[in-house]
């Protein structure tokens, strides 16, 4: 069962890491706010899945430090 839980996981974080430390503590604040955020009740409980969904994975990508989003755009080998 470890096996199968470290394959997944080693799976989320494969790449060379592509973002700052300044790009990185921004999307874990960003992610974090938004996750905070969703905290709140709304009458349509799908934003608040929607925000902490949305926030929990900036937050993720941060900790990483490898956006799929900025290597597309900038390409898999910028390392800043």
Sequence with gaps: MANIISTGAGS???GEPNLSTTE???YMLVGLGLAAAAA???PNPLLN???????????WRGYVGNCPVKAALTGPHDAA
């Design 12 to 14: 989320l974080t494969t």
């Design 24 to 26: 990185r503590g921004v």
């Design 40 to 42: 709140k009740p709304r």
């Design 49 to 59: 899945v929607l925000a902490l969904a949305g926030g929990s994975y900036l937050a």
